[in-house]
Structure formats: structure tokens, C-alpha cells
């Protein structure tokens, strides 16, 4: 699978720009602030139908321009298919494959995967559990429509059950109702957890593999997925926690509330890792990324390369760099500051590339 072209229009701060693709490396140079990562950010757009920075989708407008557009054409296999993202201020999004309206966005999730490896990633391990519930929410969702769903469909049942908590007036037929959602609450819940589990299980020897090989075996690292269904079913937890859900007026335990943690040599890496550690960590968890989707797509994602050759050292940019020249990647966009380096190292390992010189939103070259 390769990303042929895209063409941008009023997105962020780019006016007009289109790009013609090669299938190896792209790469987007120039100096800070001038567009290059809003290019990356596009092609996420038509992966995952949203940006990858913002999740406020007018915000992703021009100033002072009225809308958006991001189309490009995708190559797999013996087909060619068309994708369209377009926002106008005030209405919904609109997004479409072979000019077709789809008639929920989360339909398209899994058809266009790309991996993005880019300095924010930390927030992975800074950020609260949310953050990472939404990377294992969002890797399971890119091969399994069912999943996507059930989560769907749980999260709505939460913000169901949490409106009837906080209005709740102790009659007979508010708790009916209660009981009603509570029951689909606990089938979904069981759903979601198995699936969670399995997916940590096949994925953390993956994560591990890569790990070892960027750091030379120096620590030892895990993923353990902290649930409270580990310990008791969901039909447990709502009858635990009914007075405290009462008062806090929100469902206070459940697969909502999961969370990923990072550990290093048996310490939370947020606490006990190196920054060069934690950003091994993350490399190590976005390349596991890139194999997992390889063997259940059974094709390579596209590969995002955001600034990470002035914000990583040379071993672990080398350690990429190897991947690209040994072709274990497939097709994959770059951006950097430096307008020789990267050219310059692709061309040593006589990687076909298109360079574009990116200045205040346009291309320069």
C-alpha cells in the first residue's frame, strides 16, 4: 500500500499545495513553523478521519478562510481508490472513498493504516490513563470493526447511566432504567476486557523484541494492561460501587477506567526511566505498532517521521534509518529541519525519495 498524491486546501496553514508521491521515502524540509508536520497531520487525517494533534476539527481550518480539504489516492495491491476529507465552519465533516459518502466515520477506520512516530508521542507516558486506553482503543480498531462498536456503544452507555446518577431521584422507574443499562453495560464490558487482554498478550513479545534490539538488551521492560476486571466482573463493580457512583454522579470503575502501564526493570518507567529511556520505550511501542498492523493487515502501514532526527540521538535515529534502507518499512514520510541531511543519508543507501522544501505552507522546489 502506498499513498500516491495529496492535495490540501485552507488546511492549517497551507493555502493550496499538491504533492506527487514516491513509494519509498518523501521527505519534508525547511525550518521550524513552516508547514511540514501539517502534511503528516493530513495524511493522518485520511487514515483516522481526524488530526492527530487536535482533536477540534475547526480548529484544523485556515484563519480566516471558511473550510478545508484533504483528497489523495491510495494505491494497494491492483487497486487505486480515492479519499476525500472536507469540513465546512458550522457543518459536519464530510469524508468519502471513491467520491462515496461514508455514513459513519468509524466505518473507514483500518482501510488507509499509517503509524506516526513523533516528539508528542511522551505524552504517552506524561499523560493520564485516557491517553493510552486511546492507542490500544485505536490499534485493535484498525482490524476489528466489532470492537470499535462494542467500545462505541460502551461509552455511550456510561454517559447513559452517569446523566440517570446525577438526576437521580430514588424512584422505582429510574432505577428500572438503571438496571436496563447496567445489563448491557456489563455485556459490553466483558467484550472490550477480553479483548484488551488478548491484544496485550500478543503484542507485548513484539513491543519487547523491539525494545531490546534499539537498547542492546539493557533493561528489562513490560506492558501491563491494570483493569479492575481483572479482579472482579463488571456486575461486581456497579453493585461495589453504587452508593460512591451516587455521590460522585458518574461510574467511578469499568473498562473506561483501564490503563496501559509502562514499566522498567519492574518501576514505572514515568518515574524510574531516563528520558533516552522513555524515548526507546515509545520507538520500541510505535515500530511493535507498525509489525502488529503488518501481520493482521497482511500489508505495511504507511510510516510518519515527525522531527525525530533533531529530537533523538544517532543510535536510535540509525536504528530507523536501517529499517528504511533494509526496505522493512514500507513506504514512509520524513520531515527535518536540515534540507541536506536526510537527502544526503538516502542517498548513501540509494533509497528512491522526493524531496519538498515547505515555507510558510507552500512548496518552494
Request: aromatic fraction near 12%; include cysteine; glycine fraction near 6%.
Given at each position: 500500500?502506498?499513498?500516491?498524491n495529496?492535495?490540501?486546501?485552507?488546511?492549517?496553514?497551507i493555502?493550496?499545495?499538491?504533492?506527487?508521491?514516491?513509494?519509498?521515502?518523501?521527505?519534508?524540509?525547511?525550518?521550524?513553523?513552516?508547514?511540514?508536520?501539517?502534511?503528516?497531520?493530513?495524511?493522518?487525517?485520511?487514515?483516522?478521519?481526524?488530526?492527530?494533534?487536535?482533536?477540534?476539527?475547526?480548529?484544523?481550518?485556515?484563519?480566516?478562510?471558511?473550510?478545508?480539504?484533504?483528497?489523495?489516492?491510495?494505491?494497494?495491491?491492483?487497486?487505486?481508490?480515492?479519499?476525500?476529507?472536507?469540513?465546512?465552519?458550522?457543518?459536519?465533516?464530510?469524508?468519502?472513498?471513491?467520491?462515496?459518502?461514508?455514513?459513519?466515520?468509524?466505518?473507514?477506520?483500518?482501510?488507509?493504516?499509517?503509524?506516526?512516530?513523533?516528539?508528542?508521542?511522551?505524552?504517552?507516558?506524561?499523560?493520564?490513563?485516557?491517553?493510552?486506553?486511546?492507542?490500544?482503543?485505536?490499534?485493535?480498531s484498525?482490524?476489528?470493526?466489532?470492537?470499535?462498536?462494542?467500545?462505541?456503544?460502551?461509552?455511550?452507555?456510561?454517559?447513559?447511566?452517569?446523566s440517570?446518577?446525577?438526576?437521580?431521584?430514588?424512584s422505582?422507574?429510574?432505577?428500572?432504567?438503571?438496571?436496563?443499562?447496567?445489563?448491557?453495560?456489563?455485556?459490553?464490558?466483558?467484550?472490550?476486557?477480553?479483548?484488551?487482554?488478548?491484544?496485550?498478550?500478543?503484542?507485548?513479545?513484539?513491543?519487547?523484541?523491539?525494545?531490546?534490539?534499539?537498547?542492546?538488551g539493557?533493561e528489562?521492560?513490560?506492558?501491563?494492561?491494570?483493569?479492575?476486571?481483572h479482579?472482579?466482573?463488571?456486575?461486581?463493580?456497579?453493585?461495589?460501587?453504587?452508593?460512591?457512583?451516587?455521590?460522585?454522579t458518574?461510574?467511578?470503575?469499568?473498562?473506561?477506567r483501564?490503563?496501559?502501564?509502562?514499566?522498567?526493570n519492574?518501576?514505572?518507567?514515568?518515574?524510574?526511566?531516563?528520558?533516552?529511556?522513555?524515548?526507546?520505550?515509545?520507538?520500541?511501542?510505535?515500530?511493535?505498532?507498525?509489525?502488529?498492523?503488518?501481520?493482521?493487515?497482511?500489508?505495511?502501514?504507511?510510516?510518519?517521521?515527525?522531527?525525530?532526527?533533531?529530537?533523538?540521538?544517532?543510535?536510535?535515529v540509525?536504528?530507523?534509518?536501517?529499517?528504511?534502507?533494509?526496505?522493512?518499512?514500507?513506504?514512509?514520510?520524513?520531515?527535518d529541519?536540515?534540507?541536506?541531511?536526510?537527502?544526503?543519508?538516502?542517498?548513501?543507501?540509494n533509497?528512491?525519495?522526493?524531496?519538498?522544501?515547505?515555507?510558510?505552507?507552500?512548496?518552494?522546489?
Amino acid at each position: 500500500m502506498h499513498l500516491k498524491n495529496i492535495s490540501l486546501l485552507n488546511f492549517k496553514n497551507i493555502t493550496e499545495a499538491n504533492f506527487d508521491f514516491s513509494e519509498r521515502v518523501n521527505c519534508f524540509l525547511g525550518n521550524n513553523g513552516q508547514g511540514k508536520t501539517n502534511v503528516l497531520d493530513a495524511i493522518h487525517h485520511l487514515s483516522y478521519t481526524k488530526s492527530y494533534f487536535n482533536s477540534i476539527d475547526s480548529q484544523n481550518i485556515k484563519f480566516e478562510t471558511p473550510f478545508y480539504v484533504i483528497q489523495g489516492e491510495v494505491s494497494q495491491e491492483d487497486d487505486v481508490f480515492s479519499l476525500y476529507c472536507g469540513l465546512k465552519k458550522g457543518d459536519k465533516k464530510i469524508f468519502k472513498k471513491n467520491k462515496k459518502n461514508y455514513s459513519r466515520l468509524a466505518d473507514h477506520i483500518g482501510l488507509f493504516p499509517v503509524v506516526m512516530i513523533t516528539p508528542y508521542d511522551i505524552n504517552l507516558v506524561l499523560d493520564g490513563s485516557e491517553t493510552r486506553r486511546k492507542f490500544i482503543d485505536a490499534l485493535i480498531s484498525q482490524f476489528n470493526k466489532n470492537y470499535l462498536n462494542e467500545l462505541i456503544q460502551y461509552n455511550k452507555l456510561i454517559q447513559q447511566r452517569n446523566s440517570i446518577l446525577k438526576g437521580m431521584k430514588g424512584s422505582s422507574s429510574i432505577n428500572d432504567l438503571l438496571d436496563i443499562y447496567e445489563i448491557q453495560i456489563v455485556e459490553k464490558s466483558k467484550i472490550i476486557f477480553e479483548k484488551r487482554n488478548s491484544f496485550i498478550k500478543e503484542f507485548s513479545p513484539i513491543f519487547n523484541k523491539y525494545y531490546q534490539d534499539i537498547s542492546a538488551g539493557k533493561e528489562d521492560v513490560d506492558l501491563i494492561y491494570s483493569s479492575s476486571l481483572h479482579d472482579h466482573s463488571m456486575e461486581e463493580l456497579l453493585k461495589i460501587n453504587y452508593d460512591k457512583d451516587r455521590m460522585l454522579t458518574y461510574t467511578s470503575a469499568g473498562v473506561h477506567r483501564d490503563d496501559l502501564q509502562f514499566m522498567i526493570n519492574g518501576f514505572p518507567i514515568k518515574k524510574f526511566g531516563s528520558q533516552g529511556q522513555q524515548k526507546t520505550f515509545l520507538i520500541a511501542l510505535k515500530l511493535a505498532k507498525f509489525e502488529y498492523i503488518t501481520i493482521k493487515k497482511g500489508f505495511k502501514p504507511i510510516l510518519l517521521l515527525d522531527d525525530i532526527f533533531d529530537k533523538l540521538d544517532n543510535d536510535r535515529v540509525g536504528y530507523i534509518l536501517k529499517l528504511i534502507e533494509k526496505g522493512d518499512v514500507g513506504q514512509t514520510f520524513i520531515t527535518d529541519t536540515d534540507v541536506n541531511k536526510v537527502p544526503e543519508i538516502l542517498n548513501t543507501f540509494n533509497v528512491n525519495f522526493n524531496k519538498f522544501i515547505i515555507e510558510n505552507g507552500e512548496i518552494k522546489n
